[in-house]
């Protein structure tokens, strides 16, 4: 438990840390302009991390292995990340490769902290 606590904090802290980066990159380079929707990207990792917690007390209040809850957490976040990034394209449209651009990388900086943090449980169960 320690451990995911551990986990949430520093996740939230990459999030934050990104977002921060977001927004020196746009003072610094004028010209990129930063579209105010592009700061629903961390907020919605932010969500993720209250979906993955969820589904995370709701495999452990069963019972249920950690295992589990990986296989059920990768294909929700899949499928929030695509009706999230529809809906972007779908309703705003503006800066589209502006977005995808940010959620790409706020995508894959957090994709690399969970991948680590689930191989060193992995290591540590076995």
Known sequence: MKQYKRFVINYLNIDCQLA???VIVGYLFPRIQLQIQLFSVPLFFAVLLAVMSLIRSIVIKKGKS???FLM???PVKIMLTLAFLLLY???VREALIQ???VFAVF???LLVYETRYFVKYEAKSE
């Open 20 to 22: 921060v980066i977001m």
């Open 66 to 68: 950690l295992q589990l």
């Open 72 to 74: 059920i957490y990768r």
């Open 89 to 91: 394209m779908f309703l």
């Open 99 to 101: 977005f995808v651009v």
């Open 107 to 109: 995508y894959l900086a």
